[in-house]
Every structure is written in C-alpha cells, then in structure tokens.
C-alpha cells in the first residue's frame, strides 16, 4: 500500500499528496517544521518535539491551525496508518497559499503535513569509525537576521556549507558564528570532550537548541560527566580528546579528524561510546507508544479520511 501522508487534517496517498505552487512554504521558505523518530514503537521524545515545532511557529507568528493534542493525535496516526514502528517523521507547517508577493497575511489558511518514512544519514562505517569533517567559510545565520532557534523551512544557510562539504568532499562542516565561535553542523549540534569535560556551545552561539543534544546533557549528566555549555574555537576542537554530531537523523555519530586535525586518538573516545550507547538504550526503552494495548486494530487498518 502507497505512504499515507497526513495533509490538512486527512490522510492522502502519496501520490495524492500535494500543496499548492503558490504555498510561501514553497515560495519563500515561510514556515516551521521537525524531524522526528520512532524507534521500537514509540515516538521519541514527541513533546518536546511538538513545543520546539509550536514556538518556532510562534516566533514567526504562525498560527497552527490545530492543537498540540491534535498534531500529537495526527502524529501518531500517521505511524499507525502506514503501519510503522521505527520511522522518520516529518512535520511542516507552512504560511499556506498566497499571492506572489510575500506579505504573509495574504495567506489565510497554513498547510500542515506529517509524512512518516525511513532515513538513513550517514553509512553504518562512519558510526564505528568516525567521520572526518572540515569548517568553512559560510558563516552561521547571525542571530539577529534569522535566528537559529526557529526551526524553519529556510535552510539555505545550512545547504550553502553543505555544498561546501560535498565540493571538499566530506560528508559534513561545522559552521562558524560571525566571531569565529563554533556554532553547529548543517543538521547536527557539536560537543567535544575537553579536558575531561564534556563541552557544547550555549545558545547564544547560533544553534537549534537539539533535543539529541538536551539528551545527551542528561546522559551525561546521569554518568557524572561534567559538561559546560560554553562558547570554543576550532582551536578547541582541534586539540581536544574526543569530538561527535548529535541529531535526530544522525543520532550520535563520532568525529575523529577536523580541518586535518587529528581529533584524540584518531579513534572514537570512551565518553562518546558510553554516551552514543546511553542515548540508544533510552531511545529504544522510552517514548509514547503508538499502538498502545488495547488500541482499536480497525483504526490502523482503515484508510483515507479525516481526523477531526
Ligand atoms: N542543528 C540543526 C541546524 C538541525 O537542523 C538539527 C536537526 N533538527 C539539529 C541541530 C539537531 O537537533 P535535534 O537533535 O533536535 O534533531
């Protein structure tokens, strides 16, 4: 059977799946959106997913046409229809269908879409072996002109370094602020591991502030790793004991050289192991279940519709 995709309050075949050509999602970027992973049967981490999702629309003053309990509802029914247990999950919001010109009020209903699939980032060797990356010259976003924090459609700062990776022929960057700081990846936080301490930038430095990331604080945490959120250069990351990505995509993946730099050992370090194996079997043990005991069996099986 065809994806179902989640499209204004029905589900539709994929293939039926459409938004209008004069959508300023599509036009101009305007909107939010989130990724999302089901491991093992449950959503993980779904609320805090859907606040990040709401206040990013919040900050653009995007009214989502629906509640957070009916996109937690449409979430999981979209698994539940496509009959999924591990998956990608996809919302967007966007400012809907206007005019050509970009006044957003001329957009009076938003487009909302939930589409459930799979995702492979980057191949299984990386993982055990590490990734090899390199800083660019695209800076970060600045904070004040499009801030980091919001979530949304426009994703050109993070595709411009991401040619840039794909010219240089590595698989991911870490981008700088405008002072030279360390802000993140295309799609991932940073943390490095530094004397001991288990370091990622704050913030203010230009970041989406990552729920992996937050998980990882806690893991860390938990394990007594001390951590600090604080500003570092490539200096810092050239020279310290250990380095990795964190992203729902990616998960937790270790980096091993930068800029040439041969990070630690040149292997993956103690801490990132135990941390990326802290993070696993939290993901694989706790989320919202999408088919709770007891759910209705028909609902799964049933087809197009709407949910509200
Ligand atoms: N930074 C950017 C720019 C991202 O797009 C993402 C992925 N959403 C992240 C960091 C990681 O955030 P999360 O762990 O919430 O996926």
Redesign the pocket.
């Known amino acids: 059977m065809s994806r179902q995709i989640y499209l204004d309050g029905r589900f539709v075949p994929k293939e039926e799946a459409r938004v209008s050509v004069f959508d300023h999602g599509f036009l101009y970027g305007d909107g939010v959106f989130e990724?999302i992973r089901a491991y093992n049967g449950r959503v993980w981490r779904l609320e805090e997913h859907l606040v990040r999702l709401y206040e990013s629309a919040k900050s653009i003053m995007l009214p989502i046409p629906i509640s957070m309990d009916e996109m937690r509802e449409a979430t999981l029914e979209t698994l539940r229809r496509n009959n999924l247990r591990d998956a990608y999950i996809r919302t967007v919001v966007s400012r809907g269908a206007g005019d050509l010109g970009l006044d957003p009020r001329k957009c009076p209903k938003p487009t909302v879409i939930i589409i459930a699939d799979t995702i492979t980032l980057y191949p299984e060797e990386l993982y055990r072996i590490g990734m090899k990356v390199v800083t660019v010259p695209t800076r970060k976003n600045l904070s004040d002109a499009l801030n980091?924090r919001i979530?949304s459609l426009n994703y050109l700062n993070?595709i411009l370094a991401k040619l840039e990776a794909n010219h240089l022929g590595y698989p991911e960057v870490l981008l700088m602020n405008q002072e030279g700081y360390i802000t993140?990846?295309?799609?991932?936080?940073v943390f490095i591991v530094r004397r001991g301490v288990l370091m990622t930038p704050p913030n203010n430095a230009g970041?989406?502030e990552?729920?992996?990331?937050a998980v990882i604080l806690e893991v860390a945490k938990e394990a007594g790793i001390p951590t600090a959120e604080v500003l570092f250069t490539r200096h810092d990351v050239w020279t310290a004991e250990e380095c990795f990505l964190?992203?729902?995509?990616a998960e937790a993946i270790p980096v091993v050289e930068v800029d040439g730099r041969t990070v630690g050992t040149g292997k993956p370090g103690a801490i990132t192991k135990a941390l990326i194996g802290a993070f696993r079997a939290k993901a694989m043990s706790e989320g919202t279940e999408i088919y709770p005991a007891g759910a209705d069996a028909s609902r799964v099986a049933g087809g197009g519709g709407s949910l509200h």
Request: aromatic content about 0%; overall charge neutral; hydrophobic content about 20%.
């Open positions: 990724g980091p979530k993070s993140e990846g295309t799609g991932d936080n970041i989406l990552g729920i992996t990331r964190t992203g729902t995509a």
